[in-house]
């Protein structure tokens, strides 16, 4: 069955990085198209970006332009988010999504926090 696993969310300090990771199964990893959302507290799920199944990437979120960055790795099944300069608005669980046959699947998301 189709399976989304985000990791590499931790609390990290204002101005640090950080690299999220999607490892997805269950599907032809390479021929489908990824998403990055958010959802900060109290907040709705935001789309951060999209990267295509070729890799052509297209971040929505204006404010993680210049810092966040997607990329995949088709032989390895994982998609990724670059995380640079954090701020303490960044702070949500982030949450790679998939899309097949008119489904979507969502992984559990991973917790990012960005504190002093």
């Known amino acids: 069955q189709v399976q989304l696993v985000e990791s590499g969310g931790v609390l990290v300090q204002p101005g640090g990085s950080l690299k999220l990771s999607c490892a997805a199964s269950?599907?032809?990893?390479?021929?489908?198209h990824m998403w990055w959302y958010r959802q900060a507290p109290g907040e709705e799920r935001e789309l951060v970006g999209f990267i295509s199944s070729s890799g052509g990437v297209s971040l929505f979120l204006e404010s993680a332009k210049g810092r966040f960055r997607i990329s995949r790795d088709n032989t390895k099944n994982t998609m990724y988010l670059q995380m640079k300069n954090l701020k303490p608005e960044d702070t949500a669980v982030y949450y790679c999504?998939?899309?097949?046959?008119?489904?979507?699947?969502w992984g559990q998301g991973t917790q990012v926090t960005v504190s002093s």
């Open positions: 999504n998939a899309r097949l046959e008119g489904t979507s699947y």
């Open positions: 269950g599907f032809t990893f390479s021929s489908v």
